[in-house]
């Protein structure tokens, strides 16, 4: 079949290339893709946000599956763009309907349903400029840190973490004020949960549903978790207090009732469902939503994936996931983010990308990168994912490091310290 894969960044390189292994594919399509993905399928240079250009694509090239990557695009609505469009609503969408979106689009819309279905999370309170006031008593009875996030999206920045009450109460003001633009006219003010995060992934047809490898993920700039939030640095799988208690506690108190409660909220999902979790003394609690997969978790589930995930994919499509099983590798995967010179502030690009030898045992997935006069140019701040597979973690994570040094472009930057708190 042809596919047409929709997103520029690390995640759909990874899905590019898992894609390109399938019996079932044809021809595979990226839009707008990069310079790795091209290696993998033909890109198409559309901004994934025009809708009518999606189905002049789709139209054009015979497509018979989309998959969309990024979060904006479902949010925005392109999965019911299709349905409401006579040419293209038997095509199917791996990604949710804009109603399902909500999860990731809205802060609010997700914590509604999770007190909603009992799902274990962080007690909350959603601010208003309306109702400031009880915004700011609600903030006086929480103790530091306090965690505000604004309620759409905000490209990864609209979360702020505060320890001093006088600064939450400037900031939450500020915030509503537009600080993100249109994400922060609502701002939901969040318990602060101490423990240790990791990232779940589902691929689900809205009534079952198939658990992906787990992984961590490293979000400072800085060694030892510090410096600003970027939108990751590194990722491992598996994670080791993942254990099979714990997963099972994960699927019995956050994964099931999730889907039971798309389902009594009338609420259809064909897609991933990613549950951005946090250990606390050994209780999962459900930090986010996101309507898609992680970038850069993906760049280290998707290669421990066994399975044809096309045939994956058809089941969604079908409502027979419940049909399916999934093969996983054993060994460990470790991913490290190379990223350009004054990310995740104001970065440079329009370097040129060159190996110093070739590599052999890694997986190289482009995240910011274009082709110009036939050289492969930095275009993002975060350019490129060192993937490694290995029978121990520290096996994997001496490739990737090995070969994080064997590519080269002026102002590179990466943390040496990913996976250390799990060593």
Same mark, same amino acid.
């Given at each position: ?45 559309i ?44 095509i ?5 309907r ?30 208003y ?15 530091p ?9 905000? *490209?990864? @920045?609209? !979360?702020? #973490?505060?320890?001093? &009450?006088?600064?939450?109460?400037? $900031?939450?003001?500020?915030?509503? %004020? =537009?600080?993100?633009?249109? *994400?922060? @006219?609502? !701002?939901? #003010?969040?318990?602060? &949960?101490?423990?240790?995060?990791? $990232?779940?992934?589902?691929?689900? %047809? =809205? ?6 490898p ?17 939108g990751?640095? =590194? ?88 049909e399916?099983?999934i093969?996983?590798s ?68 001496a ?25």
């Open positions: 079949m042809n596919i047409l894969l929709i997103g520029n960044g690390g995640r759909e390189h990874a899905m590019a290339w898992k894609i390109s292994q399938s019996k079932k594919l044809t021809k595979l399509y990226i839009a707008p893709g990069n310079a790795g993905t091209s290696f993998v399928g033909e890109n198409i240079n901004n994934p946000l025009d809708f009518v250009a999606v189905k002049n694509t789709v139209l054009e090239k015979n497509i018979q599956l989309v998959i969309v990557g990024p979060e904006e695009p479902l949010v925005k609505g392109i999965h019911d763009f299709f349905l409401n469009d006579h040419e293209l609503k038997n199917p969408i791996i990604g949710p804009k109603i399902a979106a909500q999860l990731e689009g809205s802060k609010d819309f997700a914590k509604e349903f999770m007190q909603r279905h009992n799902i274990p999370t962080a007690k909350y309170f959603t601010v400029k309306n109702n400031f006031n009880e915004g700011i008593s609600f903030l006086e009875t929480m103790n840190p306090y965690v505000l996030k604004a309620d759409g999206l905000a *490209a990864g @920045k609209g !979360v702020l #973490i505060i320890n001093s &009450l006088l600064e939450a109460k400037t $900031s939450l003001k500020e915030m509503l %004020d =537009g600080q993100f633009g249109e *994400a922060s @006219k609502k !701002v939901v #003010i969040e318990e602060f &949960l101490k423990g240790i995060e990791l $990232s779940v992934f589902v691929l689900t %047809d =809205g009534n079952s549903y198939i658990t992906l787990e992984a961590k993920d490293y979000k400072r700039i800085g060694e030892n978790d510090s410096g600003l939030n970027t990751g640095m =590194g990722a491992v799988s598996p994670v080791s207090f993942a254990t099979k208690e714990f997963m099972s506690k994960i699927d019995i108190n956050i994964i099931q009732p999730t889907i039971n409660g798309l389902k009594k909220d009338n609420i259809p999902y064909k897609g991933f469902i990613f549950f951005g979790l946090i250990n606390v003394e050994g209780e999962p609690f459900v930090i986010e939503y996101n309507v898609r997969m992680g970038d850069p978790e993906t760049e280290a589930v998707i290669p421990r994936i066994k399975s044809d995930i096309v045939e994956l994919f058809e089941a969604v499509a079908n409502n027979k996931i419940h399916k099983s093969e996983i054993t060994e460990y995967c470790t991913t490290v983010m190379l990223v350009s010179k004054g990310y995740p502030e104001t970065y440079e690009k329009g370097h040129e990308i060159r190996l110093n030898e070739k590599i052999n045992d890694s997986l190289v997935f482009h995240a910011g990168t274009t082709l110009a006069n036939g050289k492969i140019i930095t275009s993002g701040g975060r350019v490129i994912a060192v993937s490694s597979l290995g029978k121990s973690k520290s096996e994997a994570l490739k990737s490091y090995a070969n994080a040094n064997n590519i080269l472009f002026e102002g590179k930057n990466f943390r040496k310290d990913i996976g250390f708190d799990l060593l």
